[in-house]
């Protein structure tokens, strides 16, 4: 992604979250996107967020309470197990960052943006190697042959679509992601 920046972009600095190379306060906001499940020590990330920002900090994560109830994961139950553990909970979030904010965020049923809730109303891409490539999540869990065909033949056979037929015709669903905002110092 950095090498495909257009001439003149901002600067971009590569880092950890644990070890962020700024000064305390040095932004309005800190913002993250489905990151936090990815840092070595969210203690230490979260202290780095908080230390940076002045206004806010803002995450886009899951909460698997929620995102525990999405169909996928009666075909491969090991994508809940993988990540479960990974994710904090929203409880985390503000044990972390004191009082939060939580917003859900409904994933439109057209979405195509190649996260793990994207294709929830069109199953046949989850068939799709290159989309599951595109999905952190399924690198963790070794061979799914098995539950790949499992699900290949309830779509053909149409057991799919009666197995969840609340889904037919919704244009949005609630899959557990959330933007969590924790304001600093009382600033709206």
Same mark, same amino acid.
């Given at each position: 992604?950095?090498? /495909?920046?257009?001439?003149? %972009?901002?600067?971009? !600095? /590569?880092?950890?979250?644990?070890?962020?190379?700024? @000064?305390?306060?040095?932004?309005?906001? #800190?913002?993250? $996107?489905?990151? #936090?499940?990815?840092?070595?020590?969210?203690?230490? +990330?979260?202290?780095?967020?908080? @230390?940076? %920002?002045?206004?806010?900090? &803002?995450? !886009?994560?899951?909460? *698997?309470? !929620?995102?525990? /109830?999405?169909?996928?994961?009666?075909?491969?139950?090991?994508?809940?197990?993988?990540? =479960?553990?990974?994710?904090?909970?929203?409880?985390?979030?503000?044990?972390?960052?004191?009082? !939060?904010?939580? $917003?859900? &965020?409904? #994933?439109?049923?057209?979405?195509?943006?190649?996260?793990?809730?994207?294709?929830?109303?069109?199953?046949?891409?989850?068939?799709?190697?290159? &989309? =599951? +490539?595109?999905?952190?999540? *399924?690198?963790? $869990?070794?061979?799914?042959?098995?539950?790949?065909? =499992?699900?290949? +033949?309830? $779509?053909?056979?149409?057991?799919? /679509?009666?197995?969840?037929?609340?889904?037919? +015709?919704?244009?949005?669903?609630?899959?557990?992601?959330?933007? &969590?905002?924790?304001?600093?110092?009382?600033?709206?």
């Amino acid at each position: 992604m950095i090498a /495909q920046r257009p001439a003149g %972009a901002a600067p971009v !600095v /590569q880092a950890c979250a644990e070890a962020l190379p700024f @000064r305390n306060g040095s932004f309005d906001a #800190v913002l993250g $996107i489905l990151t #936090v499940h990815h840092w070595k020590d969210q203690a230490k +990330g979260f202290s780095e967020c908080v @230390r940076l %920002a002045r206004s806010r900090v &803002v995450f !886009v994560t899951n909460d *698997f309470d !929620v995102c525990a /109830q999405f169909w996928l994961f009666d075909y491969f139950p090991e994508l809940l197990r993988a990540d =479960r553990h990974i994710f904090p909970s929203m409880a985390r979030f503000a044990d972390a960052l004191g009082p !939060v904010e939580t $917003i859900a &965020v409904p #994933v439109p049923s057209d979405c195509r943006d190649g996260f793990l809730g994207a294709y929830w109303q069109c199953p046949r891409a989850y068939l799709d190697p290159i &989309v =599951r +490539g595109n999905i952190s999540t *399924f690198s963790k $869990i070794g061979s799914i042959d098995s539950q790949l065909a =499992r699900l290949k +033949g309830d $779509i053909e056979s149409g057991a799919w /679509q009666r197995r969840y037929p609340s889904l037919e +015709g919704l244009g949005t669903l609630d899959l557990g992601y959330r933007i &969590v905002i924790a304001r600093r110092d009382g600033v709206g």
